[in-house]
């Protein structure tokens, strides 16, 4: 009798841990199901907006780089955009933006700050998930405060887009090298553009 409840307990502690372990399975199960949806319905919304086309609202903060790490600090802008579907998965559009360097001291000059309203073409390319997409902005940078020329303007772009929000890395470049004014007389730098590298998000509408 003593082995027959013996065995029975034994039976019901082997039941009672493969049911917690059966337990286990379906809710990872469930959760596994339930973020392949979740990824399945922003890929759907991303390839949505992509066709329809909209706006985009985009801020960064960067690093000058080159040249002109001597005579800025740090950098900063925002942009607006609106893109539509030329093709499948390529977008074209225009932008128009504004991107402000922080002046710097530089053997013994103090460069001021320099502000430029970037106004491009812009384009982005969507890989085959509709996840990640390259892209650039090319126009014109013109000077609207400080120690600078307008010159052309270069932006490629690489992005991840999570839906409504997108995280974005860039490269920006606008050439036409530093103007430094000293008792009204100006000085040019042998610096050739304003570079720096970017990082930032943007919003899809």
Excluded at 130 to 145: K, T
Excluded at 146 to 162: E, I, M, T, V
């Amino acid at each position: 009798m003593l082995k027959l409840l013996i065995s029975v307990k034994n039976l019901f502690s082997l039941y009672h841990i493969n049911f917690k372990n059966l337990t286990i399975m379906k809710k990872l199960l469930l959760f596994t199901a339930l973020l392949v949806f979740s990824f399945r319905a922003q890929a759907q919304d991303i390839e949505e907006k992509i066709k329809g086309g909209g706006f985009y609202v985009g801020a960064n903060i960067g690093l000058p780089i080159s040249g002109a790490s001597d005579v800025s600090t740090f950098n900063g802008g925002f942009d607006v955009a609106y893109l539509f579907e030329l093709i499948d998965n390529l977008e074209v559009g225009g932008l128009v933006g504004y991107t402000h360097f922080v002046g710097d001291n530089y053997l013994n000059v103090d460069y001021d700050d320099a502000s430029f309203i970037p106004i491009a073409a812009s384009a982005r390319y969507y890989f085959a998930n509709h996840r990640f997409f390259g892209g650039v902005d090319l126009g014109v940078g013109i000077n609207v405060v400080g120690d600078a020329k307008s010159g052309f303007y270069a932006r490629p772009k690489f992005g991840f887009d999570l839906g409504t929000v997108a995280l974005i890395a860039s490269f920006q470049s606008i050439s036409g090298g530093t103007d430094y004014r000293n008792n009204g007389t100006y000085y040019y730098s042998s610096y050739s553009s304003f570079t720096s590298v970017n990082f930032g998000v943007e919003f899809g509408f």
